[in-house]
């Protein structure tokens, strides 16, 4: 997620500023069209249909034998495409990916705010359970993606819900002074609360632009809340976690929910695993 600085809310905040402008910090979109140049050579365009009658494409990779499919939710500047190249190493091993675009995103029609990018994760879920089949389906929320994963949460059953480098509430990412200009509010914390299937919480320690207390909210929240799952700390990542290290622990968290459990790759030295109970 690429906020622009917490100082520029606050003067937004206390000058003639309109919701557009804000809207416009939240939601960074890509103009361009999508496309699958440079990713994997199974990598499509799809396109899924919304409830409120858009159309609106994405990246998918079908997956191989017995893979889940990962359904990835991306951050406000990011793209589909973007998540199929960060995701290509497990592509590699047959995991299959529906890599949702939200509305007003690559060349997508509509204007995105929550309730529109809520309508667009129900038709992308769709479609990732229809590709498939009988294979679990693991929810992947990025940044601002995760706000939109911890929503789709709210309204289907999960297989499993992962975010990396996501916040408590987005109104907590900008100073008081600004936050009545906020409409959108992603409330996860609360989202937490209600969940109903494993959550995997992944948070690097150098993340300055969702900085690890968040992660650590969220953590507590899960605790509490007696949640299964467990937080991964990733000691010197970013907000986007470098692959060599996020996708171990992907790997790791699909073998916890095979039946039985199943042991996964080891992890780098680097990572810290923290049980919710």
């Not at 995991?95 to 705010?113: F, K, L, M, T």
């Not at 030295?269 to 049980?275: L, S």
Request: no cysteine; proline share 8%; net charge positive.
């Amino acid at each position: 997620m690429r906020f622009y600085p917490l100082a520029a809310f606050a003067l937004m905040a206390v000058t003639p500023a309109t919701g557009q402008s804000i809207h416009d910090r939240i939601y960074q979109p890509p103009s361009a069209p999508l496309t699958t140049a440079g990713l994997p050579a199974t990598a499509t365009i799809d396109q899924v249909s919304t409830v409120d009658g858009l159309l609106l494409k994405g990246v998918e990779v079908p997956p191989k034998g017995d893979a889940p499919v990962l359904l990835i939710f991306h951050g406000n500047a990011g793209s589909a495409a973007r998540s199929v190249d960060w995701f290509a190493p497990l592509v590699a091993k047959g995991y299959g990916i529906v890599a949702a675009e939200y509305r007003g995103y690559s060349a997508n029609p509509g204007r995105p705010d929550e309730k529109g990018l809520a309508a667009d994760a129900d038709a992308f879920y769709a479609r990732a359970r229809a590709l498939a089949g009988g294979r679990k389906v693991i929810v992947i929320g990025h940044s601002l993606g995760g706000g939109v994963a911890f929503g789709l949460s709210t309204r289907q059953t999960l297989d499993a819900l992962v975010t990396i480098g996501t916040f408590t509430r987005l109104r907590a990412m900008a100073p008081r002074i600004a936050r009545a200009f906020i409409s959108d509010r992603y409330e996860n914390a609360v989202a937490v609360r209600a969940l109903d299937e494993p959550y995997y919480l992944i948070h690097g320690t150098a993340d300055d632009t969702v900085p690890a207390q968040f992660g650590n909210e969220l953590h507590n929240a899960a605790v509490k809340a007696g949640k299964p799952g467990a937080s991964y700390v990733l000691t010197g990542q970013s907000h986007t976690p470098e692959a060599t290290v996020l996708m171990p622990v992907i790997e790791s968290i699909v073998a916890r929910l095979r039946t039985p459990p199943a042991v996964g790759p080891a992890l780098p030295d680097t990572v810290k695993v923290y049980p919710f109970r």
